[in-house]
């Protein structure tokens, strides 16, 4: 039986959230008795043809052809969705009129841009019309070098109305790691911005944009935003102009495609090896996005979306579907601390945000920071706040409770690129427990599996999905035999999804993750989750941040330091160190106390925020630099320099 704490939120009135009618529906039509959410997440990872059978009309989705077997063949990988079905995900994105606020622009200056439902159409319209008029058609691709701005959103809807593939990478790659994901798309239009600001400096990228051109010898046209004060300078400039193209605005059109047809690609990290092109369904993405925000994030007309994120990150796309169940969705391209670290509270607050999305650093630095927003701010509009990136630690639940609002429900979720959604989340008719995620999402056949591949309950396994999803990739880009996508999900247990987490079950159906399984700390034989350490050292007040990593050095020797960056005006001491054995012994183990805490400038991230744990283990491993990660899918390149020096070239740690 696992022990944990009480729950710090229950539901409340599920009867009127969105999920709780959808459990209506389906008892209604199918007589499956719902008694609560564990029934129907049951019901719907028993009977998934079901299911998304009745997402399909729940919402009302526009698809044609829809057959009588929606899922002929389930066998991973290969499965087969709604096939012989047409589908538009811009269809659906753009479907409601009026004068309702569509988009919420925000830029880091303060400026805002208001978007209403028709005037976001008649904007896709006529970059629709402009892509046209330069040959797009459906398959090709269309590619973004921009921010997670209006434009962004604009260009990514117009594309795929026509049935053609988006895909974007942020400006804070520069030309060579933007062009390491866009260029092997062999795109036929670039829509590149000519910068960006952050932190209050102007990044000016227009070597960059003339750089990517020339890495992509087909190019039918680019379509130049301007964002820096560069107009003299680009006067006699042959590029379409973005403020040129959108003053026609027209009606879109849309062209419905097949069911299992690309949308747009998405790639990972980089950080074992190029960037994998990873391409979701029109079909796919439209159902499960439904699903995610409009049942488990009970999100619809009236409701205002906002998470923090860039075009690099999945969480970008995630947004832009808030469209999909009617919901303002709000873009801040900018840093999330300046001009004061509580900017994101402040967007939420002036734009009446139902739902704010960020990570859990965010939430940790709010904290040291002696933020109080439920204070300072008028939240009254707040219902969810989510988190994802990494896992969410105990006491900031704690804290968002005390100073954000105990009515919040604080919805910790664990899902990735590679289906573009969740795998566990939350609902609101799920109790929030501190430091776990409620429950594997609906349609998700979530386990945790042991060595021997057997599913096990409040212990810790591997994270697998066991029946197939409809957001699971179509294909990867460039792999037309689809080994490399099998090597990725498949080649541990054949037939089963393998993500590379390490979770435990818990005998209520909440889910706790533990951090990466190829990242494992493995004591004298026991498995442990480096997610327990941060949990304890980055409360601390002392601690900025912190790394751990597990160093196999040879068959008998195991290294195992811990990595903090201090917060300003502390150092780290003998007193500290003691401070930190005491309290992972008293907090976590024995276990997870370090052979040694060391003190380093600055821990390396994806440019996502992810630790990066296992370049970091390769390289006091003694593997070169460049064998280890790409600079440019680090956020701070500088911050790897810090660990070559604990390169283990002998068979004993320094």
């Not at 005037?119 to 590619?143: F, I, K, P, S, Y």
């Not at 227009?206 to 680009?234: C, E, F, I, K, Y």
């Not at 999909?324 to 994101?344: E, F």
Request: hydrophobic letters at 40%; proline letters at 7%.
């Amino acid at each position: 039986m696992s022990c944990s704490p009480p729950p710090i939120w229950q539901p409340d009135a599920v009867s009127a959230s969105h999920i709780g009618e959808f459990a209506e529906r389906v008892e209604s039509s199918t007589g499956q008795h719902v008694r609560d959410y564990r029934d129907l997440w049951h019901w719907s990872v028993d009977q998934p043809a079901a299911f998304w059978s009745s997402v399909v009309d729940h919402f009302d989705v526009l698809v044609d052809d829809v057959p009588d077997d929606i899922l002929p063949d389930p066998t991973m990988p290969g499965a087969q969705w709604f096939p012989g079905a047409h589908i538009n995900y811009a269809e659906h994105a753009l479907r409601r009129r009026g004068s309702a606020a569509a988009v919420i622009a925000v830029d880091e200056a303060g400026t805002t841009t208001h978007v209403s439902r028709d005037e976001l159409r008649g904007m896709v319209g006529a970059v629709q019309q402009w892509l046209r008029d330069h040959g797009v058609t459906r398959g090709d691709r269309v590619v973004g070098y921009l921010p997670n701005s209006l434009p962004a959103l604009v260009c990514m809807l117009a594309t795929t109305a026509s049935g053609a593939i988006w895909s974007a990478c942020g400006q804070d790659y520069g030309a060579a790691g933007a062009g390491a994901r866009l260029a092997q798309l062999d795109p036929v239009v670039l829509i590149a911005d000519d910068g960006y600001h952050w932190n209050g400096v102007a990044h000016d990228r227009r070597d960059d944009v003339a750089q990517l051109m020339s890495q992509m010898p087909h190019l039918r046209g680019v379509l130049h935003v301007q964002t820096l004060d560069t107009a003299a300078a680009n006067r006699n400039s042959t590029l379409s102009r973005w403020d040129d193209v959108i003053s026609h605005p027209r009606e879109p059109v849309f062209t419905r495609v097949e069911f299992n047809e690309p949308l747009w690609v998405l790639f990972s990290s980089g950080t074992t090896g190029a960037p994998k092109g990873i391409m979701h369904s029109h079909g796919g993405v439209t159902l499960d996005h439904l699903k995610l925000l409009g049942l488990h994030n009970d999100l619809g007309e009236g409701d205002c979306f906002f998470w923090y994120t860039t075009t690099n990150w999945m969480m970008w796309n995630l947004v832009a579907s808030g469209l999909l169940v009617g919901s303002t969705v709000v873009l801040y391209d900018g840093a999330p601390t300046h001009p004061d670290p509580a900017r994101l509270w402040n967007i939420v607050a002036e734009h009446r945000v139902t739902m704010m999305g960020l990570s859990p650093g965010y939430l940790a630095a709010s904290e040291k920071a002696g933020i109080r927003p439920r204070v300072d701010l008028d939240l009254s509009s707040l219902r969810a706040i989510g988190s994802t990136g990494a896992p969410l630690p105990a006491h900031a639940y704690h804290w968002v409770r005390d100073n954000v609002g105990a009515s919040i429900q604080l919805a910790s979720t664990s899902g990735g690129t590679d289906v573009v959604s969740g795998f566990a989340g939350s609902a609101p008719t799920t109790p929030i427990w501190p430091g776990e995620i409620s429950a594997p999402l609906l349609g998700v056949n979530l386990q945790a599996w042991d060595d021997l591949g057997k599913s096990v309950i409040d212990e810790v396994g591997e994270l697998v999905i066991v029946s197939p999803m409809p957001s699971m990739p179509v294909a990867f880009w460039n792999d037309p035999d689809g080994h490399r996508y099998r090597d990725a999900y498949f080649d541990t247990y054949p037939g089963v999804w393998r993500h590379g987490d390490w979770i435990t079950l818990t005998d209520r159906g909440s889910v706790i993750i533990s951090g990466r399984s190829d990242a494992t700390l493995n004591r004298q034989g026991v498995r442990l989750g480096s997610a327990d350490i941060y949990e304890v050292v980055d409360a601390l007040a002392q601690i900025r941040e912190s790394l751990v990593v597990g160093v196999e050095l040879d068959a008998d020797k195991y290294w195992m330091p811990l990595f903090v960056v201090m917060a300003d005006g502390h150092v780290l001491d003998d007193n500290l160190r003691r401070r930190i054995v005491e309290e992972l012994r008293t907090h976590a183990s024995p276990r997870h106390v370090p052979d040694d805490i060391i003190d380093v400038p600055a821990i390396p991230h994806t440019r996502t925020g992810k630790k990066l744990e296992i370049p970091v283990k390769r390289l006091i491993q003694g593997r070169p630099s460049s064998q280890v990660i790409g600079v440019d899918t680090v956020d701070d390149p500088e911050a790897l320099d810090h660990f070559r020096r604990f390169a283990v070239t002998s068979k004993s740690p320094r």
